[in-house]
Protein backbone atom coordinates (compact mmCIF):
# COMPACT_ATOMS: atom_id res chain seq x y z
CA UNK A 1 0.00 0.00 0.00
CA UNK A 2 2.18 2.95 -1.21
CA UNK A 3 -0.23 5.56 0.78
CA UNK A 4 1.66 4.79 3.85
CA UNK A 5 5.36 4.76 3.66
CA UNK A 6 8.54 4.26 5.83
CA UNK A 7 12.03 5.42 5.64
CA UNK A 8 14.57 4.22 6.33
CA UNK A 9 13.28 0.31 5.26
CA UNK A 10 16.47 -1.41 6.98
CA UNK A 11 19.36 0.14 9.31
CA UNK A 12 22.02 -0.95 11.05
CA UNK A 13 23.17 1.14 13.88
CA UNK A 14 25.24 0.89 17.14
CA UNK A 15 24.37 1.03 20.77
CA UNK A 16 24.21 4.59 21.42
CA UNK A 17 22.79 6.10 18.63
CA UNK A 18 20.39 8.30 18.13
CA UNK A 19 18.22 7.30 15.31
CA UNK A 20 14.84 8.43 13.89
CA UNK A 21 12.46 6.58 11.55
CA UNK A 22 10.06 8.64 9.58
CA UNK A 23 6.74 7.91 8.37
CA UNK A 24 3.98 9.65 5.83
CA UNK A 25 0.60 9.26 4.35
CA UNK A 26 -1.53 10.29 1.91
CA UNK A 27 -4.51 8.58 2.67
CA UNK A 28 -5.41 11.86 4.46
CA UNK A 29 -6.36 10.05 8.16
CA UNK A 30 -5.97 11.90 11.40
CA UNK A 31 -4.42 8.88 13.28
CA UNK A 32 -1.32 7.57 12.81
CA UNK A 33 0.34 4.57 14.87
CA UNK A 34 4.25 3.31 15.61
CA UNK A 35 4.22 -0.62 16.89
CA UNK A 36 7.02 -3.00 16.97
CA UNK A 37 7.06 -6.58 16.22
CA UNK A 38 9.05 -9.16 17.24
CA UNK A 39 8.59 -12.91 17.05
CA UNK A 40 6.61 -14.55 18.70
CA UNK A 41 5.07 -11.77 20.66
CA UNK A 42 2.71 -9.94 17.77
CA UNK A 43 2.39 -5.97 16.90
CA UNK A 44 3.10 -4.20 20.01
CA UNK A 45 2.12 -0.40 20.31
CA UNK A 46 4.69 1.85 21.04
CA UNK A 47 2.48 5.35 20.53
CA UNK A 48 0.00 6.74 18.69
CA UNK A 49 -1.70 10.55 17.61
CA UNK A 50 -5.06 11.07 16.87
CA UNK A 51 -4.38 14.49 15.32
CA UNK A 52 -1.34 16.87 15.65
CA UNK A 53 -1.34 18.07 18.94
CA UNK A 54 -2.68 14.48 20.41
CA UNK A 55 0.54 12.56 21.48
CA UNK A 56 0.27 9.23 23.64
CA UNK A 57 2.02 6.78 24.87
CA UNK A 58 1.03 2.90 23.91
CA UNK A 59 2.43 -0.59 25.67
CA UNK A 60 6.12 -0.09 25.72
CA UNK A 61 6.74 3.49 25.09
CA UNK A 62 9.79 3.56 27.15
CA UNK A 63 13.04 4.27 25.26
CA UNK A 64 11.21 5.70 22.48
CA UNK A 65 9.90 9.25 21.42
CA UNK A 66 7.73 10.79 18.41
CA UNK A 67 6.80 13.67 16.66
CA UNK A 68 3.68 14.25 15.06
CA UNK A 69 5.06 16.86 12.77
CA UNK A 70 2.16 17.38 10.23
CA UNK A 71 -1.50 15.52 9.69
CA UNK A 72 0.49 13.65 6.93
CA UNK A 73 3.84 12.89 8.82
CA UNK A 74 4.66 10.83 12.39
CA UNK A 75 8.23 10.04 13.36
CA UNK A 76 9.99 8.05 15.56
CA UNK A 77 13.37 8.51 17.79
CA UNK A 78 15.19 6.30 19.59
CA UNK A 79 17.35 8.65 21.46
CA UNK A 80 20.11 6.22 22.46
CA UNK A 81 19.47 2.61 20.72
CA UNK A 82 20.27 -0.37 22.94
CA UNK A 83 20.75 -3.89 21.46
CA UNK A 84 17.24 -5.13 22.52
CA UNK A 85 15.19 -1.81 20.75
CA UNK A 86 16.59 -4.41 17.54
CA UNK A 87 12.99 -4.93 15.96
CA UNK A 88 10.51 -4.74 12.73
CA UNK A 89 9.37 -1.40 13.64
CA UNK A 90 5.83 -0.61 11.46
CA UNK A 91 3.66 3.07 11.20
CA UNK A 92 0.19 2.35 10.75
CA UNK A 93 -2.65 5.16 9.82
CA UNK A 94 -6.57 4.97 10.25
CA UNK A 95 -9.52 7.33 9.66
CA UNK A 96 -12.62 7.17 11.17
CA UNK A 97 -16.22 5.61 10.09
CA UNK A 98 -19.56 6.92 11.27
CA UNK A 99 -17.59 8.22 14.41
CA UNK A 100 -15.76 4.82 14.83
CA UNK A 101 -12.07 3.96 14.75
CA UNK A 102 -11.36 2.52 11.00
CA UNK A 103 -9.23 -0.25 9.87
CA UNK A 104 -5.45 0.27 10.28
CA UNK A 105 -3.17 0.52 7.17
CA UNK A 106 0.45 -0.64 7.72
CA UNK A 107 3.58 1.00 5.89
CA UNK A 108 5.90 -1.94 5.01
CA UNK A 109 8.22 -1.61 7.52
CA UNK A 110 12.10 -1.07 8.87
CA UNK A 111 14.00 -3.38 9.72
CA UNK A 112 16.27 -1.92 12.64
CA UNK A 113 19.64 -3.59 13.80
CA UNK A 114 21.10 -2.34 17.13
CA UNK A 115 24.90 -3.81 17.36
CA UNK B 1 -5.96 -2.67 30.19
CA UNK B 2 -7.17 -5.12 27.01
CA UNK B 3 -4.90 -8.41 26.65
CA UNK B 4 -6.08 -10.30 23.73
CA UNK B 5 -5.18 -14.46 23.54
CA UNK B 6 -4.14 -16.35 20.40
CA UNK B 7 -3.71 -19.96 19.83
CA UNK B 8 -2.68 -22.23 18.56
CA UNK B 9 0.61 -20.23 17.90
CA UNK B 10 1.44 -22.44 14.60
CA UNK B 11 -1.25 -24.76 12.69
CA UNK B 12 -0.35 -27.17 9.92
CA UNK B 13 -3.02 -28.14 7.16
CA UNK B 14 -3.74 -30.28 4.53
CA UNK B 15 -4.58 -28.15 1.16
CA UNK B 16 -8.88 -28.37 1.09
CA UNK B 17 -8.76 -28.92 5.20
CA UNK B 18 -10.04 -25.52 6.97
CA UNK B 19 -8.36 -23.78 9.46
CA UNK B 20 -9.78 -22.44 12.59
CA UNK B 21 -7.67 -19.37 15.06
CA UNK B 22 -9.27 -18.73 18.18
CA UNK B 23 -8.66 -15.42 20.35
CA UNK B 24 -9.33 -14.32 23.55
CA UNK B 25 -9.88 -10.85 24.76
CA UNK B 26 -10.16 -9.35 28.46
CA UNK B 27 -11.63 -6.04 28.27
CA UNK B 28 -15.74 -6.52 27.78
CA UNK B 29 -15.70 -2.30 26.21
CA UNK B 30 -14.11 -4.23 23.55
CA UNK B 31 -16.33 -3.51 20.20
CA UNK B 32 -14.08 -4.12 16.92
CA UNK B 33 -12.23 -6.97 16.12
CA UNK B 34 -9.81 -7.26 13.33
CA UNK B 35 -7.77 -10.28 11.77
CA UNK B 36 -4.51 -9.79 9.88
CA UNK B 37 -2.73 -11.61 7.41
CA UNK B 38 1.33 -10.91 7.13
CA UNK B 39 3.08 -12.45 4.30
CA UNK B 40 6.79 -13.21 5.20
CA UNK B 41 8.46 -9.91 4.88
CA UNK B 42 5.38 -8.09 3.95
CA UNK B 43 3.04 -5.57 6.00
CA UNK B 44 -0.04 -6.45 7.62
CA UNK B 45 -2.77 -6.94 5.76
CA UNK B 46 -7.03 -6.55 7.20
CA UNK B 47 -8.74 -9.58 5.81
CA UNK B 48 -11.81 -9.13 7.86
CA UNK B 49 -13.41 -7.49 10.67
CA UNK B 50 -16.17 -7.59 13.03
CA UNK B 51 -17.74 -5.44 14.99
CA UNK B 52 -20.07 -6.40 18.56
CA UNK B 53 -23.07 -5.89 16.83
CA UNK B 54 -23.05 -8.98 14.56
CA UNK B 55 -22.39 -12.16 15.65
CA UNK B 56 -20.48 -14.02 12.75
CA UNK B 57 -19.40 -12.17 9.35
CA UNK B 58 -18.20 -13.97 6.08
CA UNK B 59 -16.61 -13.71 3.09
CA UNK B 60 -15.83 -15.62 0.31
CA UNK B 61 -13.82 -18.70 2.10
CA UNK B 62 -13.17 -16.87 5.60
CA UNK B 63 -15.28 -16.16 8.23
CA UNK B 64 -15.21 -14.64 11.68
CA UNK B 65 -16.79 -15.27 14.74
CA UNK B 66 -17.65 -13.47 17.99
CA UNK B 67 -18.84 -14.54 21.44
CA UNK B 68 -19.29 -11.80 23.62
CA UNK B 69 -20.59 -13.17 26.38
CA UNK B 70 -17.15 -15.66 26.44
CA UNK B 71 -15.29 -12.28 25.23
CA UNK B 72 -13.93 -14.61 22.24
CA UNK B 73 -13.81 -14.31 18.48
CA UNK B 74 -12.30 -16.89 15.89
CA UNK B 75 -11.03 -16.89 12.20
CA UNK B 76 -12.55 -19.70 10.03
CA UNK B 77 -10.67 -20.45 6.51
CA UNK B 78 -12.53 -23.31 4.40
CA UNK B 79 -10.86 -24.65 1.58
CA UNK B 80 -7.47 -24.14 2.06
CA UNK B 81 -4.53 -23.02 -0.31
CA UNK B 82 -1.14 -22.97 -0.22
CA UNK B 83 -1.09 -19.25 -0.54
CA UNK B 84 -2.86 -18.73 2.44
CA UNK B 85 0.18 -19.44 4.18
CA UNK B 86 1.03 -16.63 6.48
CA UNK B 87 1.00 -15.37 9.73
CA UNK B 88 -2.62 -14.27 11.12
CA UNK B 89 -3.34 -11.53 14.08
CA UNK B 90 -6.50 -11.12 15.70
CA UNK B 91 -6.68 -7.59 17.14
CA UNK B 92 -9.32 -5.80 19.82
CA UNK B 93 -10.42 -2.43 20.19
CA UNK B 94 -12.82 -0.02 22.06
CA UNK B 95 -14.42 2.51 19.88
CA UNK B 96 -13.61 5.73 22.58
CA UNK B 97 -9.92 3.99 22.85
CA UNK B 98 -8.94 3.97 19.18
CA UNK B 99 -5.83 1.92 20.40
CA UNK B 100 -5.55 -2.02 18.75
CA UNK B 101 -4.57 -4.81 20.81
CA UNK B 102 -2.96 -7.61 18.92
CA UNK B 103 -2.60 -11.12 19.59
CA UNK B 104 0.54 -13.38 19.16
CA UNK B 105 0.02 -14.32 15.64
CA UNK B 106 -0.32 -18.18 14.23
CA UNK B 107 1.48 -19.10 11.46
CA UNK B 108 -0.71 -20.98 8.77
CA UNK B 109 1.41 -23.54 6.84
CA UNK B 110 -0.88 -25.13 4.16
CA UNK B 111 1.04 -28.25 2.55
CA UNK B 112 -0.21 -29.24 -1.52
Known amino acids: DADVTQTPRNRITKTGKRIMLECSQTKGHDRMYWYRQDPGLGLRLIYYSFDVKDINKGEISDGYSVSRQAQAKFSLSLESAIPNQTALYFC??????????????FGPGTRLTVL | GENVEQHPSTLSVQEGDSAVIKCTYSDSASNYFPWYKQELGKRPQLIID?????GEKKDQRIAVTLNKTAKHFSLHITETQPEDSAVYFCAAMRNQGGKLIFGQGTELSVKP
Open chain 1, 92 to 105: ATSGTSGGQPDTQY
Open chain 2, 50 to 54: IRSNV
